[in-house]
């Protein structure tokens, strides 16, 4: 059962295409890798699922799905505890802040220091605190730029659990790496993007036919 289908749908920064013609359909419970060189526009593609920028074509989702997002770079004003950066995080969307509830998840996974300002936290520990708090959210579609990002080996494994988690109860997690070993861990279908065009889809394949079509896409494209 699809929970978001994009037709058609393409992205232009005043003369420059950046993304061309994309479709793409995704269902409940499922993940989805994103992988594409930089400047591919996967960043872009994310901002446009998520209704933070125009587009031309179509993008649709149910009415009660909920999306949240965590971007490939989190800011984090200074002076802002963990804390206060997560009851932020869920005032803003409309969630009643409880202590315990983010207390219970630090401690069970994240293990933050969330009476620390955020913004002396590491890179790592910064990635793990806007995924926190998009966990917390808890909404039906997760967008994730890039969360493999800077962290640790066990943060790594801890996010890949983190996915799973959510596929288990029927979530649908759409995320973006350079990390083609991560993403086919977790993923049940890896898009790939070049210049802006989705050219292809990989499921149930080996890493190495990805890497072998993808150094070699030139020829069989
Ligand atoms: N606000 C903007 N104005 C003009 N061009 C932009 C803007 N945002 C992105 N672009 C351009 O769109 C293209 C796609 O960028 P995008 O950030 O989506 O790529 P990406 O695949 O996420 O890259 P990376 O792997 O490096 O994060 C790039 O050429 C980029 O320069």
Request: glycine share 10%; charged share 25%; net charge neutral.
């Amino acid at each position: 059962m699809e929970i978001i289908r994009v037709e058609n749908m393409s992205k232009s920064f005043g003369r420059a295409k950046v993304l061309d013609d994309v479709s793409l359909v995704c269902d409940w419970g499922k993940v989805y890798g994103l992988v594409g060189d930089n400047g591919s526009g996967k960043t872009t593609l994310f901002r446009c699922l998520t209704g933070m920028a125009s587009y031309e074509g179509m993008i649709r989702k149910g009415e009660w799905v909920t999306v949240g997002y965590l971007p490939a770079d989190n800011f984090f004003y200074p002076l802002v505890t963990g804390y206060e950066y997560i009851e932020f995080c869920l005032r803003a969307y409309g969630k009643k802040v409880n202590r315990k509830q983010i207390d219970y998840l630090n401690t069970k996974m994240f293990r933050l220091p969330l009476g620390r300002y955020a913004s002396e936290y590491s890179t790592g520990m910064q990635k793990k605190l806007g995924f926190m708090a998009v966990c917390l959210q808890g909404p039906d579609l997760y967008i994730l730029d890039e969360p493999f990002n800077g962290i640790d080996l066990k943060g790594c494994i801890q996010m890949k659990q983190l996915i799973r988690n959510l596929k288990a109860q029927w979530k649908t997690v759409i995320v973006s790496s350079h990390r083609l070993d991560a993403l086919h861990e977790v993923c049940d279908t890896i898009y790939y993007l070049r210049e802006g065009k989705l050219l292809k889809g990989f499921a149930h394949r080996s890493v190495e036919d990805i890497e072998r079509f993808i150094l070699h896409e030139e020829e069989e494209a």
